[in-house]
């Protein structure tokens, strides 16, 4: 008999780092999903060969871009603006109460679960999908943007705030609850102090979300500059569609200075 067959654990000291079967067959069912479903939405090189002709001949069509609608384009773009300053405002007034009903480390369960449960709706359709709701409950304009994004902004703060409170340190909260504070007391010496400057970063990234979503709801009727850019594709203005998306992308990029600005002065 050998030394090595002799010694205990030799066998797996040969092998330190044994198959995870169960991940490898995941991993290749997972493969098989993924060509079976390429196989079904016909994804093919010469579809692809065809895409990149026709993209090229549609982007000859948008130049050079079209610069004499300065009246309507800046009247889209402040709208877009006006739907995401309001509906984050308004968003964020409404999840901070929710996000606080919902941290289970400071409200009892009969309380939290309605508020998650909640936030867990306002989370499960895309702004698109909830503008298009309210756009047929309201009509067509910027207040349907406005409800879908301020729905949008409840979600997304309330359950990130919620969170953020779930992970403070309770030594803070118990030292202030020993002086005989109140609850209100509690949350502004105990909590507020630990869980402001992630607040203020959730609500700039909101706006800066919101600042995007409002070129997407427009599309469906939400009002902002996405109206304005579906009109364009409508009409075959495709000089001007290339001026409005130059645009959003210079408003989408100064929106991300300003945020992270206020990131940074606050925190």
């Known amino acids: 008999m050998s030394i090595a067959a002799q010694e205990p654990g030799a066998a797996s000291r040969a092998r330190p780092f044994p198959a995870n079967w169960p991940a490898r067959l995941g991993w290749m069912a997972l493969a098989a999903y993924t060509v079976y479903a390429a196989s079904l939405f016909q994804l093919t090189w010469e579809r692809f060969v065809v895409g990149l002709d026709n993209g090229a001949k549609f982007i000859g069509r948008m130049l050079p871009p079209l610069l004499d609608k300065w009246a309507l384009l ?48 306002c989370r499960s359709f895309h702004p698109v999908i909830v503008a298009i709701l309210f756009v047929k409950a309201v009509g067509f304009g910027a207040l349907a943007g406005i409800m879908a994004l301020i729905v949008a902004s409840i979600g997304f703060i309330a359950k990130l705030f919620a969170e953020a409170i779930e992970e403070i340190s309770l030594k803070q909260i118990e030292a202030v609850r020993a002086t005989g504070a109140g609850f209100a007391n509690v949350l502004i010496m105990g909590v507020q102090p630990q869980v402001l400057a992630r607040f203020i970063g959730f609500s700039t990234y909101q706006l800066d979300s919101n600042l995007r979503n409002s070129t997407m709801v427009g599309i469906v009727g939400g009002g902002g500059i996405g109206a304005t850019l579906f009109t364009a594709f409508q009409r075959f203005d495709y000089d001007f569609v290339l001026t409005i998306l130059i645009c959003i992308i210079a408003m989408i990029m100064v929106g991300e200075v300003l945020s992270g600005w206020v990131r940074r002065t606050f925190q």
């Open 74 to 121: 800046a009247r889209g773009l402040s709208e877009s603006l006006e739907i995401a300053i309001i509906s984050t405002v308004i968003g964020v007034a409404i999840a901070m109460p929710i996000g606080l009903f919902a941290a289970r480390n400071m409200m009892p369960p009969w309380v939290t679960w309605p508020a998650r449960g909640l936030i867990a709706l």
